[in-house]
């Protein structure tokens, strides 16, 4: 262990200088980053899937076709063409990505219910961690969500699009 440490020069810490506070352990501190993990980290790779497994093209027809509403940003022009996406704009894309993939034709001919329960279950989960007090209700809830997610996630591979779930971002979930 300690030649694999130093062979990507990494020094070894003996004895951390918070190994004696009683209350102190920096890893309960660590809280996650809806930003940067949830929204530009996952909701990220969840889209460029979903393009790959429908198309670009019908799922742009899918974003012209929606309505306009108030309260979420109206892609006229598509989502697949988008670069350099703000945190808002997958905020917005990730409010309409269930309804666009609703009954869409797969590659495959492949039904699309099993792509759906995933992306539910990663959308649950995100709305979910964003509440600012959980209880053991919502933390259940959270699982569950999960748990949706990864029972139907190997639609992805079925696909094609994904050989592997090894995403640090996934896994920090």
Same mark, same amino acid.
């Given at each position: 262990m300690n030649s694999e440490i130093s062979d990507v020069n990494i020094k070894p810490i003996q004895h951390p200088y918070w190994e004696d506070l009683p209350w102190a352990d920096p890893y309960v501190s660590i809280t996650p980053d809806v930003l940067h993990q949830l929204y530009?980290?996952?909701i990220k790779h969840l889209i460029s899937w979903v393009k790959e497994a429908c198309g670009a093209a019908e799922l742009d027809a899918r974003c012209r076709r929606m309505p306009p509403n108030h309260q979420i940003h109206h892609f006229a022009k598509g989502i697949s063409s988008l670069s350099k996406v703000t945190g808002r704009e997958h905020a917005d894309i990730? =409010?309409? !990505? *269930?309804?666009l993939v609703l009954n869409i034709p797969l590659?495959?001919?492949?039904?699309?219910?099993?792509?759906?329960?995933?992306? =539910?279950? !990663? *959308?649950d989960f995100l709305y979910l961690a964003q509440y600012p007090m959980h209880s053991t209700y919502t933390l259940k809830?959270?699982?569950?969500a999960l748990k949706l997610f990864h029972d139907n996630k190997d639609i992805f591979i079925e696909l094609g699009i994904r050989t592997n779930f090894n995403i640090p971002k996934l896994h920090y979930l």
């Open positions: 530009q980290g996952v990730a =409010r309409i !990505l *269930l309804g590659k495959n001919g492949a039904s699309s219910g099993k792509l759906v329960r995933a992306i =539910r279950g !990663l *959308l809830k959270l699982d569950d």
